[in-house]
């Protein structure tokens, strides 16, 4: 079994600073392309950032010079820092992972997704 715990969340005025962790454990061999996800209230899941096994990293245009994604592969673990926040950042943030199993004698790929932490900017 495989899981991805986050970290991170909570009350932030607009301008302020939020780190959020996800780390995942479990039977992994490893660990593919990580990512950070948000739903807003009656909105989608939209993808914000992700990074590669080799630690490339893309973002959507709205969080681009704002928020920073990394990975310290050795622990399992995806970082998103955000800055300057705004009250459209409000959202539960979810992180995801796409992890090869532990399996012997096979390839076997799972997606895992955390359970959401939620992020609040007001003032």
């Known amino acids: 079994q495989v899981q991805l715990v986050e970290s991170g969340g909570g009350w932030v005025q607009p301008g302020g600073s939020l780190r959020l962790s996800c780390a995942a454990s479990g039977s992994i061999f490893s660990i593919n392309a990580m990512a950070w996800y948000r739903q807003a209230p009656g909105n989608q899941r939209e993808l914000l950032a992700a990074?590669?096994?080799?630690?490339?990293?893309s973002y959507v245009d709205s969080v681009k010079g704002r928020f920073t994604i990394w990975r310290d592969s050795a622990r399992n673990t995806v970082y998103l820092q955000m800055n300057s926040l705004k009250p459209e950042d409000t959202a539960v943030y979810y992180c995801?992972?796409?992890?090869?199993?532990?399996?012997?004698?096979?390839?076997?790929?799972?997606?895992?997704w955390g359970q959401g932490t939620l992020v609040t900017v007001s003032s």
């Open positions: 995801s992972a796409l992890i090869r199993l532990e399996v012997p004698n096979r390839e076997e790929y799972l997606e895992v």
């Open positions: 990074v590669t096994g080799g630690g490339s990293t």
